[in-house]
């Protein structure tokens, strides 16, 4: 499809593609050196990051299982639309999962919130944010910091134009939702203070919009909200919305900063544990690994659209009723985020699903322990990791540390509270990814649209 918006942008994200597989090659190779030209935290981040992709890949594997789950901690390699297949189990996807019907619940106020952006940017900075609805910049993000991305920044826009952008999201998310993406942007402002150098990508402005299509009541659209720690896709087709991927991680998650008090992923780590904790002998040697937590065991984050992930843990059906009321109650806290009504049209895909959805657990589980799971049936994907630190260290003594107080530490890796950093150190609670994504090919909508295109056009 040919963007009669902006139509040098096809050439502009295979270049850009080529580039970030180019880096992605680099740091597998040869870690934090392979990127040093990067300079500061950007490079000690995707260093540590990423070159523990094979780590994860071994650590994450299924006991027994003959191949285990690709890599994917932050850096994959990105592919083309065209190419997309989305998240399997085996290569092979299941067909008639997802369906193009009314849901009931309006599109207006994100729709709305979206031309009012739109309208309220200049040419050029719609030249850099406008995408065809099919475009390769659906797929071309990184949860890393680094300001190699396209469209429009918060830290670039006029007073006026960065309020609409706000509404946007305030329209797309729940409350909930809203105040997660905001602390996470927040305390990626107290890192770059931490670091030293917020005059880059580590602050609370340095994210970016991109647009798919055009805002429309009846003609699919989307937008990406894409930065360190926090990516958002978010496809509108009528009334049905998928937002999946969305990415969302914190270092570190636990902090008071500015007189607020911060503590990111509460209950994200209380509804994985209370699940677990839920379980019996039998169901508990299903879902734990017997593998040991390493530093990074996220598998299906940026670049891995084509994972080929299989079932493992305890099988839905082996739950009685009360914990597959915690398996949905943990779901739910992740499909929360997106705005109220249309988590409960997702809530009910999912549930259909629920005999058909694993729960899988690497770790001890502890209040405080380090834990990496994963929830996974035909419709969803959901992995939770505590990761090693990377650039922040608690004081050992007082288990915390200030901005101001910390301003001259090192940006990069090093020994502290919670063991070395990178893929090799001890894993922490202070350093936290998640993602949610739709298997089977409904990532980014592309199934609906698929469908929208063969039967309304």
Known sequence: MVNTT???????????????????KALLAGGVSAVAVMGGYAAATAGAEETSAADATASATPSGSPSGPPAGGGFGQTIAYDDFVGVTTDGTVVDD???????????????????????????????????????DQWLDWTNVDSNDRDGVALRDLTETQYALGMKLLKAS?????????????????????????????LNEDAYWFTLMGTPSATDAWGFQFEGHHLVINYFVLGDQVVMTPTFMGSEPTKITYDGTDYHLFREETAAGLKLLRSLDETQLAAALS??????????????????????????????????????????????GYQDEGH???????????????????????????????????????????????????????????????????????????????????????????????????NDYGVDLLKLHLETDH
């Not at 409350?175 to 905001?182: M, V």
């Open 6 to 24: 902006n139509g040098h942008k096809p050439r502009t994200q295979a270049a850009h593609r080529s580039r970030r597989w180019f880096m992605n």
């Open 97 to 135: 999962l997802y369906a193009i019907h009314s849901t009931g619940v309006s599109t207006t106020p994100v729709i709305r919130a979206a031309k009012a952006f739109l309208d309220s940017l200049t040419d050029d900075q719609k030249s850099a944010t406008l995408f065809d609805v099919d475009a």
């Open 173 to 201: 998310l729940s409350a909930r939702g809203l105040t997660q993406a905001n602390s996470i942007r927040k305390l990626n402002q107290f890192l770059g203070e931490y670091s030293g150098d917020t005059s880059k990508a």
């Open 290 to 335: 017997g593998d040991e937590k390493s530093g990074t065991n996220l598998i299906a984050g940026a670049g891995q659209d084509n994972a080929t992930i299989p079932y493992a843990g305890v099988k839905g059906s082996a739950l009685n009723h009360r914990q597959q009321q915690l398996l949905l109650d943990l779901v739910e806290v992740y499909v």
């Open 343 to 441: 988590a409960r049209v997702r809530m009910r895909e999912i549930e259909k699903h629920l005999d058909d959805t694993y729960f899988y657990w690497i770790g001890e589980y502890e209040d405080d322990s380090a834990f990496y799971y994963r929830v996974h049936s035909p419709v969803v994907l959901i992995e939770y990791d505590a990761e090693s630190p990377l650039a922040y260290h608690e004081d050992e003594e007082s288990g915390s540390a200030s901005a101001s107080a910390s301003a001259s530490a090192s940006a990069s890796p090093s020994p502290g509270a919670g063991g070395p950093g990178g893929p090799q150190g001890t894993p922490t609670q202070q350093h936290i990814h998640t993602i949610i994504r739709t298997p089977n090919g």
